[in-house]
């Protein structure tokens, strides 16, 4: 009797830790260094559908053709219950090797002879599952399947949350047509780089991205196809830049880039790239195809000395418009107020 | 409706013609998926078993399409329409069916908890399976 306080004692501490994080990294890792206490396994695992991610926290010394039948294990269980089978390939594994067992190690020929694969199930849907695993035989009884699944059931509970919280925050920040940022991620954005870029001597460029003629698009096409144009052409934008960069919707037909340390050279580099990509590019608007173009004005930190994120976005917008009134289809580089 | 304690044997009941008509193995059939949701729900909880049934009675109700009026949810089974419309069903038929659907779910139990489940599931269930089998072979 003793030892059932003990282990719901111990249960209450890892469903409360559960239900107060917010990171499923956190949740997970967490889980698994309360777990030792209350069961004796080599790996525990979960698997999150959703962001196609797998953890596992297991001991140190698990072989790796233990880890490979854990894992396979763990695939299994959506398409035993009928649903389509995962694609491997794209999930991310996350190992975390700890000493579950102290002055213990595993035989390097370990199999898994023990598991429990239970799907987390909520609202009649699985969004992944959890397994815990032994290479001792019989290692699991019923009262351990018993505390496991409660285990589940609260892991599924923070993952729906995480889930919801997840997708509110993307509808804030994401321009819900194009799938970049939207504007008030980027005005976030350009107040926090510019700081940086004040602080560190760091540079930073402003790329202003406007497709030129796009009203005739609409009118020729009408707004759906124009839409569909916008959208990819923010894709060619998304997939343009590096991975810290900033791609959003400024307004309209007009996209704006933020380039973290980036000279005005690469800058530039960059931004002659991208007008070249539009320009080799056919949009299937409607039953046909068509090119299209785009205008590209530049301001770049320390370069133009802009002394506020407000001046260095005006730079940038007065450097489109150059490009603009030089003809169109180019890029153009902030040179001055007096060039106007 | 199953009650805890009741034996199969004793629910079910021949009919005045002395044959085992198809509402009979209906409720044997009733009070044994009645009996593994208690012992299973209590193990894993009703989420997942729901989850569990209902992708069994997919499966088996391929073949088996009498058993896709079972309706399942976290609140547990319910056989009404099914009781409705499988009197037009051979008892054979439903045994086969139930059957089908009870060996599956022992698969499933086996395949997300190894013998955990069905170690405690064998014990209560089989031999009720096992009487079902004999009673219904014997018509």
């Given at each position: 009797?003793?030892l059932?306080?003990?282990?719901?004692n111990i249960?209450?501490f890892i469903l409360?830790?559960?239900?107060t994080?917010?990171?499923i990294k956190?949740i997970?890792?967490?889980?698994?260094?309360s777990?030792p206490?209350?069961?004796?396994?080599?790996?525990?695992?979960?698997?999150w559908?959703t962001?196609l991610?797998?953890y596992?926290?297991?001991?140190?010394?698990?072989?790796p053709?233990f880890t490979k039948?854990?894992v396979e294990?763990?695939?299994?269980?959506p398409?035993?219950?009928?649903e389509?089978p995962?694609?491997?390939n794209?999930v991310?594994?996350?190992l975390?090797k700890?000493k579950?067992?102290?002055?213990q190690?595993?035989?390097?020929?370990?199999?898994l002879?023990?598991f429990f694969?239970?799907p987390?199930?909520?609202e009649?849907?699985i969004?992944?599952c959890?397994?815990l695993n032994?290479d001792q035989p019989?290692?699991?009884d019923a009262q351990?399947l018993?505390?496991f699944?409660?285990?589940?059931?609260q892991?599924?509970?923070a993952l729906?949350?995480?889930e919801?919280?997840?997708?509110i925050?993307?509808m804030?920040?994401?321009d819900?047509?194009t799938n970049?940022h939207?504007?008030?991620?980027?005005?976030?954005?350009i107040g926090a780089?510019t700081?940086?870029?004040f602080?560190s001597?760091?540079?930073l460029?402003?790329v202003m991205?406007?497709?030129?003629?796009?009203?005739?698009v609409?009118?020729?096409y009408g707004?759906?196809e124009?839409?569909?144009?916008?959208?990819?052409?923010?894709?060619?934008?998304k997939n343009?830049?590096?991975?810290?960069?900033t791609?959003?919707?400024y307004?309209g037909?007009?996209?704006?880039?933020?380039?973290?340390?980036?000279?005005l050279?690469?800058?530039?580099?960059i931004?002659?790239?991208?007008r070249?990509?539009?320009?080799t590019t056919?949009?299937?608007v409607?039953?046909?195809?068509?090119?299209?173009?785009?205008?590209l004005g530049i301001?770049?930190?320390p370069?133009?000395r802009a002394?506020s994120?407000?001046e260095?976005?005006k730079?940038?917008d007065h450097?489109?418009?150059?490009?603009?009134?030089g003809?169109r289809n180019?890029?153009?580089?902030f040179?001055?107020h007096?060039a106007? | 409706?199953?009650s805890?304690?009741?034996?199969v044997?004793?629910?079910?009941?021949?009919?005045k013609?002395?044959k085992?008509?198809?509402?009979l193995?209906?409720d044997l059939?009733?009070g044994?998926l009645?009996?593994?949701?208690?012992i299973?729900s209590?193990?894993i909880g009703e989420?997942?078993?729901?989850l569990?049934f209902?992708?069994a009675?997919?499966?088996?109700g391929?073949?088996?399409?009498?058993?896709i009026s079972?309706?399942?949810s976290?609140?547990?089974i319910?056989?009404?329409?099914l009781k409705e419309?499988g009197q037009?069903?051979s008892p054979?038929e439903i045994?086969r069916g139930?059957?089908s659907l009870?060996?599956h779910l022992?698969?499933?139990?086996s395949?997300?908890?190894?013998?955990v489940?069905?170690?405690?599931?064998?014990?209560k269930?089989f031999?009720?399976?096992?009487?079902?089998?004999r009673i219904?072979?014997?018509?």
């Open positions: 009797m003793r059932i306080f003990k282990n719901l249960l209450r409360n830790t559960i239900s994080t917010s990171d956190e997970v890792e967490s889980t698994g260094a777990l206490k209350l069961f004796d396994f080599s790996s525990f695992g979960m698997f559908k962001g991610l797998l596992l926290y297991q001991e140190e010394s698990c072989p053709s039948s854990v294990n763990m695939f299994k269980v398409s035993i219950l009928g389509d995962i694609d491997v794209r991310t594994l996350q975390e700890r579950l067992k102290p002055n190690m595993m035989d390097p020929r370990a199999t002879k023990s694969a239970l987390l199930a909520g009649g849907e969004i992944g959890i397994s032994s019989n290692a699991f351990d018993q505390f699944s409660v285990i589940g059931y892991m599924t509970a729906k949350n995480f919801r919280f997840s997708s925050k993307d804030a920040i994401y819900t047509l970049v939207n504007r008030r991620y980027f005005d976030e954005r780089e700081k940086k870029s602080l001597g760091t540079p460029s402003l991205v406007d497709i030129d003629y796009f009203k005739n609409n009118d020729t707004h759906t124009g839409d569909k144009v916008l959208y990819k052409i923010a894709s060619l934008l343009s830049v590096r991975k810290d960069d791609v959003a919707r307004g037909e007009e996209f704006v880039l933020i380039l973290p340390g980036a000279k050279e690469v800058t530039s580099m931004a002659e790239r991208i070249r990509l539009v320009e056919l949009f299937e409607g039953q046909t195809q068509i090119h299209l173009t785009i205008s301001s770049n930190l370069s133009h002394k994120e407000e260095l976005i730079m940038a450097a489109l418009y150059n490009a603009k009134r003809g180019r890029v153009c580089i040179a001055g007096s106007e | 409706m199953w805890p304690g009741c034996e044997a004793s629910t079910v009941r021949e009919d013609g002395g085992w008509s198809s509402d193995v209906l059939y009733s044994l009645m009996e593994i949701w208690e299973v209590a193990l989420a997942i078993l729901a569990l209902l992708s009675i997919r499966k088996i391929e073949k088996h399409p009498f058993l079972l309706k399942v976290e609140e547990g319910v056989l009404d329409r419309e037009n069903l054979l045994h139930f059957q009870i060996n022992f698969q499933l139990f395949a997300l908890a190894e013998g489940i069905n170690k405690e599931l064998y014990p269930v031999p009720k399976v096992k009487e079902a089998d219904i072979s014997q018509r």
